[in-house]
Protein backbone atom coordinates (compact mmCIF):
# COMPACT_ATOMS: atom_id res chain seq x y z
CA UNK A 1 0.00 0.00 0.00
CA UNK A 2 1.24 3.16 -1.01
CA UNK A 3 -0.03 7.11 -1.21
CA UNK A 4 1.16 10.46 0.20
CA UNK A 5 -2.03 11.13 2.15
CA UNK A 6 -1.29 10.26 5.92
CA UNK A 7 -4.81 10.25 6.50
CA UNK A 8 -5.96 8.23 3.68
CA UNK A 9 -3.09 5.86 3.88
CA UNK A 10 -3.75 5.59 7.73
CA UNK A 11 -7.66 4.69 7.46
CA UNK A 12 -6.63 2.18 4.96
CA UNK A 13 -4.52 0.23 7.15
CA UNK A 14 -6.60 0.43 10.05
CA UNK A 15 -9.24 -1.34 8.11
CA UNK A 16 -6.84 -3.97 6.88
CA UNK A 17 -5.62 -4.61 10.29
CA UNK A 18 -9.57 -5.13 11.42
CA UNK A 19 -10.23 -6.95 8.75
CA UNK A 20 -7.10 -9.27 9.32
CA UNK A 21 -8.23 -9.74 13.38
CA UNK A 22 -11.72 -10.40 12.18
CA UNK A 23 -10.19 -13.57 10.15
CA UNK A 24 -8.11 -14.58 13.25
CA UNK A 25 -4.87 -12.94 12.45
CA UNK A 26 -4.06 -11.50 16.10
CA UNK A 27 -0.46 -11.68 16.39
CA UNK A 28 0.69 -8.48 14.83
CA UNK A 29 4.02 -7.69 14.32
CA UNK A 30 5.74 -4.29 13.17
CA UNK A 31 8.97 -3.53 11.69
CA UNK A 32 10.13 -0.34 10.40
CA UNK A 33 12.50 0.29 8.01
CA UNK A 34 15.20 2.98 8.78
CA UNK A 35 19.32 2.83 8.76
CA UNK A 36 19.82 0.65 11.79
CA UNK A 37 16.90 -2.42 10.21
CA UNK A 38 18.07 -5.24 9.43
CA UNK A 39 16.68 -7.29 6.54
CA UNK A 40 17.70 -10.80 7.98
CA UNK A 41 14.88 -9.55 11.32
CA UNK A 42 12.20 -9.72 9.06
CA UNK A 43 13.04 -13.17 7.36
CA UNK A 44 13.80 -15.11 10.45
CA UNK A 45 10.70 -13.35 12.29
CA UNK A 46 7.90 -14.76 8.94
CA UNK A 47 10.18 -18.18 8.92
CA UNK A 48 9.55 -18.68 12.76
CA UNK A 49 6.67 -20.16 14.25
CA UNK A 50 4.17 -17.92 16.87
CA UNK A 51 3.93 -18.46 20.40
CA UNK A 52 0.68 -16.71 20.60
CA UNK A 53 -1.24 -17.30 17.29
CA UNK A 54 -1.16 -19.32 14.42
CA UNK A 55 -2.19 -16.31 12.28
CA UNK A 56 0.07 -12.97 11.98
CA UNK A 57 0.44 -10.38 10.53
CA UNK A 58 3.37 -8.80 9.92
CA UNK A 59 3.75 -5.27 8.98
CA UNK A 60 6.42 -3.06 7.56
CA UNK A 61 6.64 0.42 6.74
CA UNK A 62 9.17 1.30 4.40
CA UNK A 63 8.98 5.22 4.09
CA UNK A 64 11.18 5.75 0.85
CA UNK A 65 9.82 2.69 -0.65
CA UNK A 66 13.07 1.59 -1.77
CA UNK A 67 14.34 -1.62 0.05
CA UNK A 68 17.39 -1.58 -1.73
CA UNK A 69 19.48 -4.55 -0.44
CA UNK A 70 15.72 -5.87 0.92
CA UNK A 71 14.25 -6.53 -2.35
CA UNK A 72 15.05 -10.12 -2.08
CA UNK A 73 13.47 -10.75 1.18
CA UNK A 74 10.31 -8.82 -0.35
CA UNK A 75 9.90 -10.88 -3.05
CA UNK A 76 10.91 -14.02 -1.55
CA UNK A 77 8.01 -13.44 1.22
CA UNK A 78 5.29 -12.52 -1.67
CA UNK A 79 5.88 -15.42 -3.47
CA UNK A 80 6.87 -17.86 -1.00
CA UNK A 81 4.57 -16.69 1.56
CA UNK A 82 4.39 -18.38 4.89
CA UNK A 83 1.50 -20.38 6.49
CA UNK A 84 -1.67 -18.53 7.81
CA UNK A 85 0.45 -15.20 7.12
CA UNK A 86 -0.37 -11.60 5.88
CA UNK A 87 1.97 -8.97 5.06
CA UNK A 88 1.61 -5.56 4.60
CA UNK A 89 3.95 -2.98 3.36
CA UNK A 90 3.10 0.44 3.86
CA UNK A 91 5.05 3.31 2.03
CA UNK A 92 4.85 7.06 0.37
CA UNK A 93 3.68 7.57 -3.00
CA UNK A 94 6.12 5.44 -5.79
CA UNK A 95 7.53 6.74 -8.15
CA UNK A 96 7.26 5.55 -11.50
CA UNK A 97 10.84 4.19 -11.65
CA UNK A 98 10.23 2.37 -8.54
CA UNK A 99 6.90 0.68 -9.53
CA UNK A 100 8.62 -0.92 -12.38
CA UNK A 101 11.43 -2.63 -9.73
CA UNK A 102 10.80 -6.86 -9.12
CA UNK A 103 9.68 -6.36 -5.82
CA UNK A 104 6.88 -3.82 -6.48
CA UNK A 105 5.81 -6.39 -9.46
CA UNK A 106 5.90 -9.33 -7.49
CA UNK A 107 3.51 -7.74 -5.25
CA UNK A 108 1.24 -7.11 -7.74
CA UNK A 109 1.44 -10.35 -9.32
CA UNK A 110 0.99 -12.81 -6.07
CA UNK A 111 -0.28 -10.49 -3.99
CA UNK A 112 -2.17 -6.94 -3.78
CA UNK A 113 -1.16 -3.33 -4.57
CA UNK A 114 -3.37 -0.45 -3.65
CA UNK A 115 -2.11 2.70 -4.77
CA UNK A 116 -4.22 5.83 -2.40
CA UNK A 117 -3.93 9.35 -4.15
CA UNK A 118 -4.42 12.59 -2.76
CA UNK A 119 -7.80 14.36 -3.00
CA UNK A 120 -7.95 17.26 -5.35
CA UNK A 121 -8.84 20.79 -4.21
CA UNK A 122 -12.12 20.64 -6.47
CA UNK A 123 -13.14 17.58 -5.07
CA UNK A 124 -12.84 18.74 -1.30
CA UNK A 125 -16.13 20.04 -0.47
CA UNK A 126 -17.70 16.49 -1.65
CA UNK A 127 -15.28 14.87 -0.12
CA UNK A 128 -16.47 16.49 3.29
CA UNK A 129 -20.17 16.52 2.50
CA UNK A 130 -20.06 12.39 2.26
CA UNK A 131 -17.85 12.64 5.51
CA UNK A 132 -20.30 14.37 6.96
CA UNK A 133 -23.33 11.58 6.50
CA UNK A 134 -20.90 9.28 7.58
CA UNK A 135 -21.64 11.10 10.94
CA UNK A 136 -24.85 11.58 10.43
CA UNK A 137 -25.19 15.17 9.83
CA UNK A 138 -25.66 17.15 6.88
CA UNK A 139 -23.42 19.72 5.27
CA UNK A 140 -24.21 23.34 3.19
CA UNK A 141 -22.74 23.31 0.38
CA UNK A 142 -21.48 26.85 1.26
CA UNK A 143 -19.72 25.62 4.87
CA UNK A 144 -18.28 22.32 3.23
CA UNK A 145 -16.50 24.98 0.50
CA UNK A 146 -15.65 27.03 3.77
CA UNK A 147 -13.61 24.72 5.67
CA UNK A 148 -11.66 23.70 2.52
CA UNK A 149 -10.64 27.11 2.40
CA UNK A 150 -9.43 27.11 6.17
CA UNK A 151 -7.29 24.34 6.07
CA UNK A 152 -5.86 24.26 2.64
CA UNK A 153 -6.00 20.44 1.59
CA UNK A 154 -5.11 19.56 5.37
CA UNK A 155 -7.10 16.48 5.19
CA UNK A 156 -6.65 15.04 8.66
CA UNK A 157 -7.11 19.27 9.99
CA UNK A 158 -10.34 18.75 7.99
CA UNK A 159 -11.44 15.61 9.55
CA UNK A 160 -10.62 16.66 13.18
CA UNK A 161 -12.66 20.05 12.39
CA UNK A 162 -15.51 18.31 10.88
CA UNK A 163 -15.65 15.67 13.91
CA UNK A 164 -15.70 18.85 15.75
CA UNK A 165 -18.60 20.37 13.89
CA UNK A 166 -20.80 17.47 14.20
CA UNK A 167 -20.83 17.63 18.02
CA UNK A 168 -20.93 21.47 17.96
CA UNK A 169 -24.76 20.60 15.17
CA UNK A 170 -26.23 18.27 17.67
CA UNK A 171 -27.73 16.99 14.76
CA UNK A 172 -28.88 19.55 12.83
CA UNK A 173 -26.92 21.01 9.39
CA UNK A 174 -24.17 22.61 9.58
CA UNK A 175 -23.83 25.37 7.67
CA UNK A 176 -21.49 28.29 7.11
CA UNK A 177 -22.45 30.46 10.55
CA UNK A 178 -21.25 27.35 12.65
CA UNK A 179 -18.41 27.06 10.86
CA UNK A 180 -17.28 30.47 11.08
CA UNK A 181 -17.69 30.46 15.08
CA UNK A 182 -15.29 27.24 15.43
CA UNK A 183 -13.10 26.56 12.76
CA UNK A 184 -9.68 27.78 13.18
CA UNK A 185 -7.49 28.48 10.24
CA UNK A 186 -5.50 25.16 9.98
CA UNK A 187 -3.87 25.62 6.90
CA UNK A 188 -0.65 23.63 5.58
CA UNK A 189 0.58 25.96 3.42
CA UNK A 190 4.07 25.14 0.90
CA UNK A 191 6.20 27.11 -1.27
CA UNK A 192 5.26 24.59 -3.78
CA UNK A 193 1.06 25.22 -3.53
CA UNK A 194 2.31 29.39 -4.03
CA UNK A 195 4.24 28.65 -7.52
CA UNK A 196 1.75 26.77 -8.36
CA UNK A 197 -1.17 28.97 -7.60
CA UNK A 198 0.57 32.05 -9.13
CA UNK A 199 1.30 29.92 -12.50
CA UNK A 200 -2.07 28.66 -12.75
CA UNK A 201 -3.87 32.44 -12.31
CA UNK A 202 -5.33 31.81 -9.31
CA UNK A 203 -4.13 35.44 -8.04
CA UNK A 204 -6.33 35.00 -4.08
CA UNK A 205 -5.24 31.51 -3.71
CA UNK A 206 -1.82 32.72 -3.79
CA UNK A 207 -2.05 35.96 -2.58
CA UNK A 208 -3.62 33.76 0.35
CA UNK A 209 -0.79 30.86 0.76
CA UNK A 210 2.04 34.24 0.97
CA UNK A 211 0.41 34.95 3.75
CA UNK A 212 0.02 31.83 5.10
CA UNK A 213 3.79 31.78 4.40
CA UNK A 214 4.89 34.43 6.34
CA UNK A 215 2.99 34.16 9.46
CA UNK A 216 4.61 31.28 9.65
CA UNK A 217 8.10 32.24 9.59
CA UNK A 218 8.98 30.83 5.67
CA UNK A 219 11.90 33.00 4.80
CA UNK A 220 11.48 35.29 1.46
CA UNK A 221 14.60 33.27 -0.35
CA UNK A 222 12.63 30.06 -0.27
CA UNK A 223 9.44 31.28 -1.53
CA UNK A 224 11.29 33.38 -4.10
CA UNK A 225 13.24 29.97 -5.46
CA UNK A 226 9.69 28.35 -5.73
CA UNK A 227 8.47 31.07 -7.97
CA UNK A 228 11.25 31.20 -10.20
CA UNK A 229 11.02 27.07 -10.38
CA UNK A 230 7.78 27.94 -11.53
CA UNK A 231 8.90 30.56 -14.22
CA UNK A 232 11.49 28.15 -15.73
CA UNK A 233 9.28 25.63 -15.98
CA UNK A 234 7.25 27.49 -17.87
CA UNK A 235 9.71 28.99 -19.98
CA UNK A 236 11.02 25.74 -20.78
CA UNK A 237 7.84 24.39 -21.46
CA UNK A 238 7.46 27.62 -24.18
CA UNK A 239 10.76 26.81 -25.63
CA UNK A 240 10.60 23.05 -26.04
CA UNK A 241 7.11 23.88 -27.49
CA UNK A 242 8.63 26.18 -30.30
CA UNK A 243 11.75 23.69 -30.77
CA UNK A 244 9.32 21.17 -30.96
CA UNK A 245 12.06 19.25 -28.70
CA UNK A 246 11.81 17.08 -25.96
CA UNK A 247 15.33 16.98 -25.23
CA UNK A 248 16.08 18.57 -20.93
CA UNK A 249 19.27 20.16 -20.41
CA UNK A 250 20.37 20.57 -17.20
CA UNK A 251 18.42 23.58 -15.83
CA UNK A 252 15.57 21.18 -16.55
CA UNK A 253 16.64 20.30 -12.56
CA UNK A 254 16.07 23.27 -11.38
CA UNK A 255 12.56 23.81 -13.15
CA UNK A 256 8.72 22.65 -12.66
CA UNK A 257 6.48 20.78 -14.47
CA UNK A 258 3.82 23.36 -15.26
CA UNK A 259 -0.30 22.58 -14.44
CA UNK A 260 -2.47 22.29 -17.46
CA UNK A 261 -3.94 25.42 -16.31
CA UNK A 262 -0.24 27.48 -16.11
CA UNK A 263 -0.16 25.68 -19.67
CA UNK A 264 -2.99 27.16 -20.81
CA UNK A 265 -2.33 30.75 -19.90
CA UNK A 266 1.37 30.44 -20.88
CA UNK A 267 1.08 32.93 -23.63
CA UNK A 268 -0.58 35.21 -21.38
CA UNK A 269 2.08 35.19 -19.11
CA UNK A 270 4.85 38.09 -19.39
CA UNK A 271 7.84 35.53 -18.93
CA UNK A 272 11.16 37.78 -19.85
CA UNK A 273 9.72 40.89 -17.43
CA UNK A 274 8.88 38.23 -14.74
CA UNK A 275 12.44 36.42 -14.78
CA UNK A 276 13.73 40.47 -14.72
CA UNK A 277 11.31 40.97 -11.91
CA UNK A 278 12.39 37.93 -10.08
CA UNK A 279 16.33 38.84 -10.25
CA UNK A 280 15.48 42.46 -8.67
CA UNK A 281 13.47 40.41 -6.24
CA UNK A 282 16.56 38.63 -5.39
CA UNK A 283 19.01 41.63 -5.02
CA UNK A 284 16.31 43.58 -2.67
CA UNK A 285 16.29 40.57 -0.39
CA UNK A 286 20.33 39.82 -0.63
CA UNK A 287 20.42 43.61 0.01
CA UNK A 288 21.88 44.61 -2.72
CA UNK A 289 18.94 46.65 -4.18
CA UNK A 290 16.92 49.07 -2.18
CA UNK A 291 13.15 48.02 -0.98
CA UNK A 292 11.12 45.88 1.24
CA UNK A 293 11.50 42.18 0.62
CA UNK A 294 8.39 40.85 1.40
CA UNK A 295 6.70 43.98 -0.85
CA UNK A 296 8.92 42.28 -3.71
CA UNK A 297 8.08 39.17 -3.23
CA UNK A 298 3.82 40.01 -3.12
CA UNK A 299 4.33 41.85 -6.17
CA UNK A 300 6.09 39.27 -7.90
CA UNK A 301 3.34 36.90 -6.79
CA UNK A 302 0.81 39.33 -7.84
CA UNK A 303 2.72 39.78 -11.41
CA UNK A 304 2.83 35.81 -12.00
CA UNK A 305 -1.00 35.30 -10.69
CA UNK A 306 -2.40 38.35 -12.95
CA UNK A 307 -3.36 40.45 -10.57
CA UNK A 308 -0.02 42.70 -11.19
CA UNK A 309 0.88 43.91 -14.50
CA UNK A 310 4.65 43.40 -14.44
CA UNK A 311 6.76 46.21 -15.44
CA UNK A 312 10.01 46.91 -16.04
CA UNK A 313 10.54 48.26 -12.68
CA UNK A 314 8.42 46.18 -11.11
CA UNK A 315 10.11 45.10 -8.18
CA UNK A 316 12.17 48.80 -7.54
CA UNK A 317 11.91 51.01 -5.12
CA UNK A 318 13.48 54.22 -5.43
CA UNK A 319 16.32 55.06 -3.04
Same mark, same amino acid.
Given at each position: ?????????????????????????????????????????????????????????????????????????????????????????????????????????????????????????????????????????????????????????????????????????????????????????????????????? +?? #? *? $??? /???? %?? @??? =?????????????????????????????????????????????????????????????????????????? +?? #? *? $??? /???? %?? @??? =???????????????
Amino acid at each position: MSGDEPLLVGETADAIRAAARGAGYADRSVFVVDRTFAWDDLRQATQSLSLFAERRLFELRMPSGKPDKGAAVLIDIVTRPPPDTVCLVITDKLDRKTTETPWVRAFEQHGVCVSIGSVETAALPGWLRERARALAVEMEPEAAQLIVERVEGNLLAAKQELEKLALLANGERIGTELVLRSVGDSARYDVFQLGQAA +AA #G *D $AER /ALHI %LL @GLK =SEGVEPPLILWALIRELRGLWQARERTRLRSNGYGGGWNQAATPSARALARGGKIPLARLLRQAHQTDRIIKGL +AG #G *D $AWT /AVTG %LV @GGM =SGALQATADSGRVAI
